[in-house]
Protein backbone atom coordinates (compact mmCIF):
# COMPACT_ATOMS: atom_id res chain seq x y z
CA UNK A 1 0.00 0.00 0.00
CA UNK A 2 1.28 3.45 -1.10
CA UNK A 3 1.28 6.58 1.24
CA UNK A 4 -0.17 9.93 -0.02
CA UNK A 5 2.71 12.75 -0.51
CA UNK A 6 2.42 16.08 1.04
CA UNK A 7 3.65 18.78 -0.93
CA UNK A 8 4.67 22.11 0.37
CA UNK A 9 3.51 25.27 -1.32
CA UNK A 10 7.22 26.32 -1.92
CA UNK A 11 7.86 23.25 -3.24
CA UNK A 12 4.96 22.84 -5.19
CA UNK A 13 6.19 27.20 -6.67
CA UNK A 14 9.15 25.71 -7.57
CA UNK A 15 8.33 23.43 -9.70
CA UNK A 16 5.51 25.17 -11.44
CA UNK A 17 8.28 27.90 -11.87
CA UNK A 18 10.85 25.56 -14.05
CA UNK A 19 7.62 24.32 -15.93
CA UNK A 20 6.98 27.78 -16.66
CA UNK A 21 10.32 28.89 -17.98
CA UNK A 22 10.17 25.69 -20.66
CA UNK A 23 13.75 25.05 -19.97
CA UNK A 24 13.02 21.21 -19.37
CA UNK A 25 10.06 18.85 -20.43
CA UNK A 26 7.59 17.99 -18.13
CA UNK A 27 8.96 14.61 -18.20
CA UNK A 28 12.30 15.76 -17.38
CA UNK A 29 10.90 17.95 -14.63
CA UNK A 30 8.96 14.61 -13.65
CA UNK A 31 11.62 12.66 -12.98
CA UNK A 32 14.00 15.82 -11.59
CA UNK A 33 11.63 16.08 -8.58
CA UNK A 34 10.26 12.68 -8.65
CA UNK A 35 6.47 13.32 -9.72
CA UNK A 36 3.90 12.33 -12.35
CA UNK A 37 4.13 14.88 -15.53
CA UNK A 38 0.40 15.01 -14.74
CA UNK A 39 0.81 16.16 -11.22
CA UNK A 40 2.99 18.99 -13.11
CA UNK A 41 0.80 20.01 -15.35
CA UNK A 42 -2.47 20.08 -12.75
CA UNK A 43 -0.25 22.40 -10.18
CA UNK A 44 1.05 24.62 -13.64
CA UNK A 45 -3.03 25.02 -14.49
CA UNK A 46 -3.89 25.97 -10.95
CA UNK A 47 -1.19 28.54 -10.57
CA UNK A 48 -2.21 30.11 -14.05
CA UNK A 49 -5.34 30.23 -12.93
CA UNK A 50 -4.42 32.41 -10.05
CA UNK A 51 -2.42 34.44 -11.26
CA UNK A 52 -4.87 36.98 -11.94
CA UNK A 53 -5.38 37.33 -8.11
CA UNK A 54 -1.50 38.29 -7.67
CA UNK A 55 -2.14 41.36 -9.36
CA UNK A 56 -4.81 42.68 -7.46
CA UNK A 57 -5.60 46.05 -5.82
CA UNK A 58 -7.75 44.50 -3.23
CA UNK A 59 -5.49 43.71 -0.35
CA UNK A 60 -7.11 42.31 2.57
CA UNK A 61 -7.20 44.95 5.44
CA UNK A 62 -5.13 43.95 8.95
CA UNK A 63 -7.76 43.12 11.36
CA UNK A 64 -7.07 44.19 14.46
CA UNK A 65 -6.84 41.67 17.72
CA UNK A 66 -9.25 42.12 20.10
CA UNK A 67 -7.62 40.61 22.76
CA UNK A 68 -4.67 43.26 22.30
CA UNK A 69 -6.83 45.58 22.30
CA UNK A 70 -9.03 44.88 25.42
CA UNK A 71 -5.45 44.24 26.94
CA UNK A 72 -4.30 48.16 26.10
CA UNK A 73 -7.43 49.82 27.41
CA UNK A 74 -6.94 47.70 30.78
CA UNK A 75 -2.77 48.44 30.57
CA UNK A 76 -4.33 52.48 30.18
CA UNK A 77 -6.55 52.50 32.68
CA UNK A 78 -4.35 50.82 35.43
CA UNK A 79 -1.33 53.30 34.42
CA UNK A 80 -4.46 56.46 34.90
CA UNK A 81 -5.35 55.02 38.38
CA UNK A 82 -1.33 54.69 39.53
CA UNK A 83 -0.97 58.36 37.59
CA UNK A 84 -3.80 59.32 39.97
CA UNK A 85 -3.02 57.88 43.15
CA UNK A 86 0.44 59.43 42.92
CA UNK A 87 -0.51 62.81 42.14
CA UNK A 88 -2.81 62.81 45.21
CA UNK A 89 0.35 61.63 47.61
CA UNK A 90 2.85 64.07 46.28
CA UNK A 91 -0.04 67.10 46.99
Same mark, same amino acid.
Given at each position: ???????????? +?????? +???????????? !? !???? *????????????????? +????????????????????? +???????? *??????????
Amino acid at each position: MTTRRKFSKEFK +AKVVLE +ALKERETLESLA !K !KYEL *QPTQISTWKTQAMGNFA +ALFTHDQPKEKVNEVDVQQLY +AQIGKLQM *QNDFLKKKLE
